[in-house]
């Protein structure tokens, strides 16, 4: 039997990283979910082959928001698939080009100064984590994040909901996305 948290080796790491932490967070808010849980509140009605392309994995925040992989394509590498931030009131955005991104980005100082101080022992403990097992570093936010295939896979993720949202839906879509009617 396999006892692996999810079929991606980097959430493994992450998982192992959390637990250890025995229920201190290294980021606000952050905390792996049960893999996988199914979004049915998002897509409504959709066939469950559009459903099974999302893949939520993590709260994002302590009121309910939360990330998700978007099978965007058929590679067999999950975490080199997009991650969607699905805000609690409506926020919608492509969060990261891929999970080894969305890491660096958990990286980054929180804003108010009473995590800070709470979070000072596992923050650092999660920045040596990242650099021991990806080499990896918090961004320095010089350009850290490529704009131009977050903005790609956001017009990508339009155009795929409009396959099989309500008329509703998609309109919520395209507002929290800050675009137009998508065009494939």
Same mark, same amino acid.
């Given at each position: 039997m396999n006892d692996a948290?999810?079929? %991606?080796p980097e959430l493994n790491l992450l998982k192992e990283f959390q637990d250890s932490? *025995?229920?201190?967070?290294?980021?606000?808010?952050? @905390?792996? !979910?049960?893999?996988?849980?199914?979004?049915?509140? !998002?897509?409504? @009605? $959709?066939?469950? $082959?559009?459903?099974?392309?999302?893949?939520?994995?993590?709260y994002a925040t302590s009121s309910g928001s939360y990330? $998700?992989?978007?099978?965007? &394509?058929?590679?067999?590498?999950l975490a080199t698939l997009p991650v969607i931030f699905f805000g609690d009131e409506g926020d919608l955005c492509?969060? $990261?080009?891929?999970l080894r991104e969305l890491f660096r980005l958990l990286a980054? *100082?929180?804003?108010?100064?009473?995590?800070?101080?709470?979070l000072a022992s596992p923050r650092q403990?999660?920045?040596?984590?990242l650099q021991r097992n990806f080499g990896l570093t918090p961004p320095d936010?010089?350009? &850290? %994040? &490529?704009? @131009? %295939?977050?903005? *790609?896979?956001?017009?990508?993720f339009a155009v795929w909901v409009s396959e099989f949202a309500s008329e509703d839906l998609l309109e919520d879509v395209l507002g929290a996305l800050d675009l137009d009617v998508p065009t494939p």
């Open positions: 948290y999810s079929p %991606v932490l *025995e229920g201190q967070f290294f980021a606000p808010g952050f @905390e792996l !979910f049960k893999y996988d849980k199914g979004l049915d509140w !998002f897509c409504g @009605e $959709a066939p469950d $082959a559009y459903l099974d392309r999302l893949i939520p994995f993590a990330y $998700a992989l978007w099978r965007c &394509d058929d590679r067999t590498d492509i969060e $990261a080009c891929n980054a *100082e929180p804003d108010d100064p009473e995590d800070r101080a709470r403990r999660y920045h040596a984590w936010g010089t350009g &850290d %994040v &490529d704009g @131009e %295939v977050l903005a *790609e896979y956001t017009r990508r």
